[in-house]
């Protein structure tokens, strides 16, 4: 029996394989291939790309800054202050006239006294005799004293200015010989003041006296505030006889001398 001769040994041929982790799988979470060797390009996630999406920075605020609010709540303060003023100023200065006149300090409010011989209105001939020194009102001249922010330089007739005053004329009085300077004062006041008009005046107790119609304030200095606060809300206010004239009045000084027109009459 002959043997067959034996051929070229067969050498299988060698597959290198990476690490296994069983069946020839790659090992969970293990490295790719190629991705430790040096110069290997890394993976960077672009367009298509399948890697991960770019994480965006979160901010952090810092410290908030006072400073504007600070301001703002300064300016939201004034303006309440401002506003509360204005509230408060206007319920002060409220009420009716009568009451402004009646809160000056020093004003005599002869209307609530209904004294029959001031509150009389009708109108008489001749020199009349008054209660109040200057008078501020009664019976009258038919004639009014013209008061157009007129200035006598001598006393005036009392019935021809108590027409002026139920007219809603602020009469000034001064005291003869007031200083010059105290006198100017008081012109400053009437010049060019419609209802307004002024004269000296024989035997005043105080050295001005401001009358309208029922009301009355003596002063000692022209620069006291309450004329002003006086002449402010009783000029025209103060009238009994709303929209009568001041003009084309009696313009003499001295005693009374001309007889009325329409004597024992209501009116203008």
């Known amino acids: 029996m002959s043997?067959?001769?034996?051929?070229?040994?067969?050498?299988?041929?060698?597959?290198?394989?990476?690490?296994?982790?069983?069946?020839g799988k790659p090992p969970a979470g293990g490295s790719r291939p190629?991705?430790?060797?040096?110069?290997?390009?890394?993976?960077t996630p672009g367009k298509g790309g399948k890697g991960r999406k770019p994480v965006t920075p979160v901010k952090v605020s810092g410290s908030r800054n006072w400073g504007p609010i600070a301001v703002a709540g300064v300016v939201v303060l004034i303006a309440v202050g401002i506003i509360g003023y204005g509230v408060f100023a206007a319920v002060k200065g409220g009420g009716s006239w009568e009451d402004r006149v009646n809160a000056i300090d020093g004003v005599v409010d002869y209307r609530a006294q209904k004294n029959a011989a001031i509150d009389a209105r009708d109108h008489k001939d001749g020199t009349l005799q008054y209660i109040t020194s200057p008078p501020v009102g009664g019976a009258h001249n038919g004639v009014w004293q013209n008061c157009m922010g007129d200035v006598y330089t001598e006393p005036i007739a009392n019935e021809h200015a108590v027409h002026s005053l139920e007219h809603g004329a602020v009469w000034?009085?001064?005291?003869?010989?007031?200083?010059?300077?105290?006198?100017?004062?008081?012109?400053?006041?009437?010049?060019?003041?419609?209802?307004?008009?002024?004269?000296?005046?024989?035997?005043?107790?105080?050295?001005?006296s401001l009358q309208v119609w029922g009301y009355q304030l003596k002063v000692d200095n022209a620069?006291?505030?309450?004329?002003?606060?006086?002449?402010?809300?009783?000029?025209?206010?103060?009238?009994?006889?709303p929209g009568a004239a001041c003009s084309s009045g009696n313009t003499t000084t001295g005693p009374v001398t001309a007889a009325a027109t329409g004597t024992g009459m209501t009116g203008s």
Do not use: C, W
């Open 3 to 23: 043997m067959s001769t034996p051929g070229p040994e067969r050498v299988p041929s060698t597959v290198k394989v990476g690490k296994t982790s069983g069946q």
């Open 223 to 241: 620069d006291d505030s309450r004329i002003d606060e006086f002449i402010k809300n009783a000029r025209l206010n103060a009238s009994m006889e």
């Open 34 to 43: 190629g991705a430790s060797r040096p110069g290997a390009k890394k993976q």
């Open 172 to 208: 000034i009085t001064y005291k003869q010989g007031l200083a010059a300077d105290q006198v100017e004062e008081l012109k400053q006041k009437v010049q060019g003041q419609d209802y307004m008009f002024m004269s000296p005046y024989a035997g005043l107790d105080k050295n001005i």
